[in-house]
């Protein structure tokens, strides 16, 4: 199992819904945060001027899915919400070792499917 942890414009929201659908992955978290990246938040729009770092809103998506969707969900990702500027985000790919669904005890993928 694989955790895909997506970090980017509050925009891109109802995009990576789809795209998390169409791969049925069965759950996902949703969370508001505040971030910059290379950028340390510059916005040419904003007509910032200086040193400081500026923490913009983004949001925090994650989902738990199977291995082997991984590279389709990736690319799908780029394709949706990638638009080649500073703030597009980022996506962390990591190790799953176990799950446990609560209400079942069921454990491992099937405590995500």
Known sequence: MKKIDVITRPEKLVAL???FMTHNCQGMTVSSVMGCGRQRGYLPEMNFVGDDINLLPK????V?????QVEEILADIQTAIGTGTNGDGKVFVTDVVDAMRIRTNERGEDAIK
């Open 59 to 62: 949001i925090e998506v994650f």
């Open 64 to 68: 738990v899915t199977e291995d082997e």
């Open 17 to 19: 819904k789809k795209i």
